[in-house]
């Protein structure tokens, strides 16, 4: 799967503006849909979609910041950017203080936009190569047998094999077989390495 997301998806109750905003979007490149209200994107929205998605702050029926807090209960990926009227800057402002990724002001200038898409869209590809790289190391974890990790906790534990296989009560050459296992089976070569692959485990 690629990491290069290119996914946008606008909610904004104004067709002009969702004209004008996908139009521009598909001239460069990226993957579009439109939503006319929050209602609408929320009926359709699947808990896979990345990327970002620009709601405006004030619609008929939900608003961007009712859509934004749905998102959040759902633990959605997409990142969102709020397109705000001078009047509801104040609200835009608490939104990004709640974990939005940012606002913009209306109107924008299209090269604004453009640019603040880009930064979202690289924040999202960023952490699916972060979570990608902790399912392969979640993936690897578990070709380990039950005795596999007792004896890669207590490497970690920085112990030596003559204690492991004390505390194990099996002797040091078992010991050793099991430790070169579980460096394989990890891709390490040194319990360094190892305690590097698994410090950002969660």
């Not at 979202?120 to 979640?138: K, N, P, T």
């Not at 010991?175 to 692959?197: I, T």
Request: proline share 1%.
């Amino acid at each position: 799967m690629s990491t290069d997301l290119k996914s946008v998806y606008i909610v904004d109750d104004d067709t002009a503006v969702r004209d004008a905003i996908g139009l521009l979007l598909l001239s460069h490149g990226y993957t579009v849909r439109v939503f006319e209200s929050g209602e609408a994107f929320l009926a359709a929205l699947e808990p896979g979609w990345e990327g970002c998605v620009v709601l405006d702050v004030r619609m008929e029926g939900m608003s961007g910041l009712d859509v934004f807090d749905a998102l959040r209960q759902r633990a959605s990926e997409l990142l969102a950017v709020f397109l705000s009227g001078h009047g509801d800057i104040a609200m835009a402002v608490g939104a990004v203080k709640q974990g939005a990724f940012d606002f913009l002001e209306k109107p924008c200038r299209d090269q604004v936009l453009l640019d603040k898409i880009n930064d979202a869209l690289a924040v999202a590809s960023a952490r699916r190569q972060s979570r990608g790289s902790h399912e392969a190391v979640h993936a690897r974890l578990a070709k380990l047998s039950p005795r596999e990790r007792e004896v890669m906790e207590r490497v970690l534990a920085g112990k030596l094999n003559k204690v492991i296989a004390d505390e194990l009560n099996i002797t040091m050459r078992t010991v050793e077989v099991h430790r070169a296992n579980v460096f394989a089976k990890m891709g390490v070569r040194s319990a360094v390495e190892l305690a590097q692959l698994l410090a950002g485990r969660e």
